[in-house]
Each structure stands twice: as C-alpha cells, then as structure tokens.
C-alpha cells in the first residue's frame, strides 16, 4: 500500500505536472540559448517550498542552500531546462531555450499555473496531519508579543490624553420665531472618546496577555507528548493563566481577582453586543407600581451606564496601574520567558528545544547566549548569509 506522499505524487505525475521531468545532465545542454526569468509574487506562491515540494514528489529533488539562496530546483519542462529558486529578494522561476520574449514568459507563466495547482494536492496532503504535527509540539508559534503590545501602547495613550474637543455653542431662530441654543460640551466628548479608548485598551492588553502566556509554556511545564496546544491556544484567559501562573502565589490571585472585576465591568459589556453580566443596567423589568427597574438594581452604580462620565481620570489610571502591576509580576516571576518574547525570537514547542532552554538554564542561569544564538541564526536565514 502507497504512503500519502506516494499516492500524491503519482497523482501529480499524470495531472498538473505531467509535463515537468528530472533535468539532463549539464554537458548535455546548449549553454548559449538565451535564459528567461519570471519573478513570482508573493501573492502567486506565498509559501515558496510548497511548489518545491510538489516537485519532489514526483521525483525532482533540490539542492541548497548557497549564497543568498536558500533552495533551488533544476527541471524540465516539455524538454527546456528550467529552474525554480528561492532567492533573498523572491521567487524566480527561469527557462532556457530558443524563444522569443513572449514565448518565453507565455511559458513560464503555463509552468507557474500547473505548479500553483499541485499545491493544493501538496497542501490537501500535509493537512491530513497538521492536527497531529500541532499537537505533538513539532511547531514554531509567530511571536506576535510588539505588534499586540504597539496596538494596546496606542489605546492607552489615548485613553490617558484624548485629543483634545473644543466646546461647540450654536443658537439660531426657529422656524416659528422663537430662538434656540445648544451646548456641546468639549470636556464631555473627550471623557467619551477616554471610554472608548479605555476599552480599546483593555481588549489589546487581554490580547496580549493571552499571547504572552502561550509562549510562555516551553519556559514553565510544557510537554509536547501530552499538551494539547490547540486546546490551550482556544481556552479562555483565565484558563491559559492557571495553565501558566503558579495558583498558590497570593500575590497572582489578588491581580487576577482585579483583572477580573476590569474586564466584567468593560471589556466584556462592550465585546457581547453591550450586554453586562447578568444584564445589570442594559435589561429593565416592567414591574406593576414600580416602573421599569434595572435588572441590575441598586447594583447599576457600577455600571459604566450609571453615571454622565462613564470613567474618571483616576479610574482610567487605575486600570492601567493594574496592567502595569501585572506586567512587573510576570517579568518577575518569569523572567526566562519574558526575555526570549521580548527579543522578538518566534518560539519553538518541540522537545529538541525545551532541552535547549533547559541545557542553557542549567549552564549558564539565564538564556542570554541561547537567545543570542537563535537572533543570529534567525538574522542569517533572513538574509540568506548561508
């Protein structure tokens, strides 16, 4: 019985590439025809070593890296030598023969069209064992820590110094001949668009948070043969914080029990269609004698629908106190996981690098020269410096 990658590739062999061949040995070609290149687009093949591997399975293996190459392959295609190459500014794919210009890129382009169609082969098979691949902990997570961290920087400057809003007073006659006037109040408007800001905030720092805590895991208690990552990317907040921070430290309970009562009071309101928990001012009940009463009663002076301003200057420095509580109790309490996210590094949840971390704690105490390491390895494979 055939492997997946067996089967894939005979189906390739008779469909899209049907026309594609292993190339003839260099001394059998004629070195003065003229060659031809298409540059790819990113939007053609946004992930290069797939049309690589297309290839390969029907037999045509690549070679590299080199110079300012990080792979290449020879081929033929319909009897002219060819060639794909992943070069440090793009994908180039070239053809050699005895063609006009627009031959020539009518061709390339047939070669790219077939190649593009036997991705989705290639990529229909690697799906059957993502799922596996993700969960045995054979993955790198994009450290995405300052971009998130820039987003929730821009919320809360805002928050903490809204543009300022000028006061708008306007009066003029009716149509009746009496007169009216209108005051807008600048300071109110710039309380408001605070608010709004403020749960900005709130919603990119979470976010954060939550990201933070999943690269995290390699530097705490993460074993890749019996994690399920994709079930703790998917878990709430508060889950991926006990997942991470040590439930016994008074310390962290106290910060979560306020980080709890901010994202109750407004970030969840605002992230369910404005409905608090358990409705608080957002229901009214229809009660004989009484009126309509807030499901929330008395209860509503919490809520940011209770008053004129729905958070004052010292509410707004209160959140953000918190966060900055919180930030200084993480760099604290994991101080190996926070310097490898704040490099930027993306972060592997393979056991070969666990050990690595575990190798460079155990040598050295820290993991500056293990960091080190990854940002050169890191710099040279995006420069192509092989």
């Known amino acids: 019985m055939s492997t997946p990658a067996e089967a894939a590739g005979e189906y390739l062999s008779t469909t899209a590439l049907r026309d594609f061949s292993a190339p003839v040995l260099a001394e059998d070609q004629d070195s003065a025809l003229p060659t031809f290149t298409l540059n790819v687009s990113p939007q053609d093949a946004p992930v290069p070593v797939l049309l690589r591997h297309a290839l390969a399975l029907i037999g045509i293996p690549h070679s590299g890296p080199w110079e300012k190459v990080a792979w290449w392959v020879l081929f033929q295609y319909k009897g002219h030598p060819c060639s794909l190459a992943h070069q440090k500014f793009g994908l180039r794919l070239r053809i050699s023969g005895d063609l006009t210009e627009d031959q020539a890129d009518a061709v390339l382009r047939?070669?790219?069209?077939?190649?593009?169609?036997?991705?989705?082969?290639?990529?229909?098979?690697?799906?059957?064992?993502?799922?596996?691949?993700?969960?045995?902990?054979?993955?790198?997570?994009?450290?995405?820590?300052?971009?998130?961290?820039?987003?929730?920087?821009?919320?809360?400057?805002?928050?903490?110094?809204?543009?300022?809003?000028?006061?708008?007073?306007?009066?003029?006659?009716?149509?009746?001949?009496?007169?009216?006037?209108?005051?807008?109040?600048?300071?109110?408007?710039?309380?408001?668009?605070?608010?709004?800001?403020?749960?900005?905030?709130?919603?990119?720092?979470?976010?954060?948070?939550?990201?933070?805590?999943?690269?995290?895991?390699?530097?705490?208690?993460?074993?890749?043969s019996s994690d399920n990552l994709t079930k703790i990317i998917g878990a709430r907040w508060g889950d991926k914080w006990q997942r991470v921070i040590d439930s016994s430290d008074q310390e962290a309970t106290r910060l979560r029990e306020r980080l709890v009562e901010v994202v109750e009071r407004w970030r969840n309101p605002y992230s369910h269609g404005g409905f608090e928990k358990g409705h608080g001012a957002t229901v009214y009940l229809h009660t004989p004698g009484l009126g309509a009463l807030p499901v929330g009663m008395s209860s509503i002076r919490d809520s940011p629908l209770f008053s004129f301003h729905p958070v004052s200057e010292n509410g707004i420095a209160g959140v953000f106190d918190l966060f900055d509580d919180i930030d200084a109790y993480l760099v604290r309490t994991l101080p190996h996981a926070m310097a490898w996210i704040d490099s930027g590094l993306n972060i592997r949840f393979d056991a070969d690098f666990i050990a690595q971390v575990c190798n460079s704690l155990d040598t050295h105490g820290d993991l500056e020269k293990l960091i080190d390491a990854h940002a050169y390895r890191q710099e040279m494979i995006d420069n192509m410096d092989y």
């Open 110 to 224: 047939q070669i790219l069209k077939k190649l593009t169609s036997a991705v989705r082969t290639v990529e229909a098979m690697l799906t059957e064992t993502a799922g596996d691949t993700l969960n045995s902990g054979n993955v790198t997570v994009v450290n995405q820590h300052l971009q998130l961290r820039r987003a929730y920087d821009y919320f809360r400057q805002r928050a903490i110094k809204p543009d300022f809003v000028e006061d708008v007073n306007e009066s003029g006659e009716s149509p009746d001949g009496g007169k009216w006037w209108s005051h807008v109040s600048g300071k109110n408007v710039m309380a408001l668009n605070a608010s709004h800001d403020l749960v900005a905030a709130i919603s990119a720092y979470l976010s954060v948070l939550e990201h933070d805590f999943v690269l995290a895991l390699p530097f705490r208690d993460f074993d890749p």
